[in-house]
């Protein structure tokens, strides 16, 4: 009895630290849903074929564009994987890396005499900051040697151990896996700046000296030399953090934003948590607390604030301090509270799965996630064997050059140093529906366009900026649409594949005339023929069913489409409006308060929710 009874202490002691890896483990092992990836393979693929190459390669737009490859040995290393085990085996060397680091962690704050139930805390909110990274790309190492070098560093300051020093060659691997390299030689300066100020200024007896800590970064700092690239791969880490209009565009370069708290609700409010207690118990515990807690993980969390790609690294960086201080707090406040602080964070954690606004659980399994990249547009474009010049969305750039290149180029893809803000800049305007698009596309010799509905306004509708007379759409799926320019090297795709009056980038059908619905329909028909699961195909034929007046088809087919996207505000109204006209008032209610709460602010909106109020619904 009494031994059953330690074997279940000792288990709900690990509880927290098992909830956090299993956290990870969950929100990790999904399909892959990153654009970026993609050009990250073809860019392994390149280097190794032709080498390290001087300007672009990839795109028509940037030729004569310098293109540094940061991440040239680790595109490599993705490629080969994927050359041999396919798009799950980059999943599995992301999780198994990601994994490392946050076992690196539980083995920091045992180094330390952290209780587990502290570590399980600290680790499981590290976890549900950081999952916005878990991405397969060469960011991922910078999460293993960060935690790494905190390990060693921690080792010679707790016990005097100087294995830090077998970290160089990792360093040299680091120069050439990502451009975080600098937080090699940054961390042991961080820790020598803390061990300077503990021993000559406060004078904490037992502090190491701070010299061997100051020699590793120097020789960190030298091994980052050793790249093709010679002394000028120190400054790239610094130009890009100063490209201006790539942090408007792209939404992990942004700054940390009231936004973030109303999009992300639940990833925003962790990342409050850990910050939270992070700081609030490293200040209660200053006296004793050791320096490097804060010398190391604050220039991250500012560097965070002003970059959202910082807050996952300051995650993994304040884990181990915010450990330390809770569990000295809990020592001193209610030692004998852990089993209830056990349980903290699995009943945490499920909380947040049930919260409607929490975490979203991902679809499990391994590939690649068709719901979210244009898988169907270029594999489209491959079956036709569709070549030239294309104008692309920024995201789904990196794709199509991993499908189809050389035989299409891309207009922009996801290396914002390789464009610069200027050529950002130009692009933006240009997608917003500016004015020069047709002549800029006549005299870049644009063939192809391949578009994202989402990356346009509902005031710049395809339609207007693709005149038919000029272009035909010939595909679109619920990710991409592909666009052909008339010419005789598109006649054949043109003739078999065009639409009639389509436009995918609208949400309601007032731009067709009635003599056009008929030519509507078979197009429709046309797209479900060749992609059934096509959402918004079913949703603009529910859009026709209803201004036909067949509300139970339009009926089916919204139900349909808001079970399979429930945050497409637009289905929700026009589900609202034809329970409406079926005399449903309850769930037309429903339906139209979901609208609403997704953004809708339609005057026709508010307005049925007036009538359905005064109706006493």
Request: glycine share 8%.
């Amino acid at each position: 009895m009494i031994r059953a009874v330690k074997r279940l202490d000792t288990a709900l002691r690990w509880l927290p630290i098992a909830t956090g890896l299993l956290l990870f483990v969950t929100l990790s092992v999904r399909p892959i849903q990153d654009h970026d990836v993609w050009w990250h393979l073809r860019t392994g693929a390149f280097v190794l074929d032709h080498g390290l190459p001087g300007n672009d390669v990839l795109t028509h737009t940037a030729t004569d564009h310098r293109w540094v490859v940061p991440d040239w040995l680790c595109d490599e290393l993705l490629y080969g994987v994927h050359q041999a085990t396919g798009p799950a085996g980059l999943t599995i060397l992301m999780v198994a890396v990601f994994g490392a680091a946050f076992l690196v962690l539980v083995r920091i704050g045992r180094l330390r005499g952290v209780s587990p139930v502290a570590i399980g805390i600290s680790l499981t909110l590290a976890v549900l900051v950081a999952r916005m990274r878990f991405l397969e790309r060469p960011l991922m190492f910078k999460f293993l040697f960060a935690a790494l070098w905190v390990w060693g560093l921690e080792s010679y300051r707790l016990h005097g151990r100087k294995w830090f020093w077998c970290l160089l060659p990792v360093q040299v691997l680091w120069v050439n896996f990502h451009s975080s390299f600098v937080v090699g030689p940054a961390i042991p300066l961080a820790y020598a700046g803390a061990l300077w100020v503990e021993r000559v200024i406060l004078r904490r007896e037992g502090t190491r000296s701070p010299w061997p800590c100051a020699a590793f970064a120097g020789a960190c700092l030298l091994a980052c030399l050793a790249d093709p690239r010679g002394p000028s791969t120190l400054v790239y880490p610094f130009r890009l953090g100063s490209t201006v209009v790539m942090r408007e565009a792209v939404d992990e370069l942004a700054p940390l934003q009231a936004r973030h708290f109303a999009e992300q609700p639940a990833w925003a409010w962790c990342l409050v948590a850990l910050a939270v207690l992070w700081l609030a118990s490293w200040l209660l515990e200053a006296r004793r607390a050791p320096l490097c807690d804060l010398f190391v993980a604050l220039p991250f969390l500012w560097l965070g604030v002003n970059s959202v790609r910082f807050l996952g690294l300051w995650a993994l960086l304040a884990a181990p301090a915010a450990a330390l201080h809770l569990d000295a707090l809990g020592r001193r406040i209610a030692p004998g509270a852990w089993r209830v602080a056990a349980l903290a964070p699995p009943l945490a954690v499920a909380a947040l799965f049930a919260w409607p606004r929490g975490i979203t659980t991902p679809r499990p399994g391994l590939g690649v996630d068709r719901r979210a990249l244009p898988v169907d547009a270029v594999e489209y474009l491959n079956r036709r064997g569709i070549q030239g010049r294309a104008f692309n969305s920024f995201e789904v750039g990196g794709m199509i050059e991993w499908a189809c290149w050389p035989r299409v180029r891309t207009f922009i893809d996801g290396r914002g140093m390789v464009f610069g803000d200027g050529f950002v800049g130009w692009f933006m305007s240009l997608q917003a529906g500016g004015p020069g698009l047709a002549r800029d596309l006549e005299r870049s010799s644009v063939t192809i366009a391949v578009l994202s509905p989402a990356a346009w306004t509902p005031e710049t509708p395809y339609r207007t900026l693709f005149p038919s007379p000029g272009w035909r759409l010939v595909h679109w799926d619920d990710i991409a649409c592909v666009y052909l320019r008339v010419a005789p090297g598109n006649a054949e795709a043109i003739r078999e594949d065009a639409y009639e009056v389509l436009d995918p980038s609208e949400t309601d059908l007032a731009y067709v005339p009635d003599e056009g619905l008929d030519a509507l329909g078979r197009d429709l028909e046309r797209c479900l023929a060749r992609l059934p699961d096509c959402t918004r195909a079913r949703f603009f034929r529910a859009l026709l069913a209803k201004r036909r007046g067949d509300t139970e088809a339009a009926s089916r087919d919204l139900e349909d489409v808001v079970r399979a996207w429930p945050t497409f505000g637009a289905a929700h109204f026009h589900l609202g409006a034809v329970r409406m006209a079926q005399g449903r008032f309850g769930e037309a209610k429903r339906h139209l308060e979901r609208a609403r709460s997704l953004g809708g602010d339609d005057p026709l909106l508010g307005e049925m929710l007036r009538q359905l109020e005064a109706a006493g619904y």
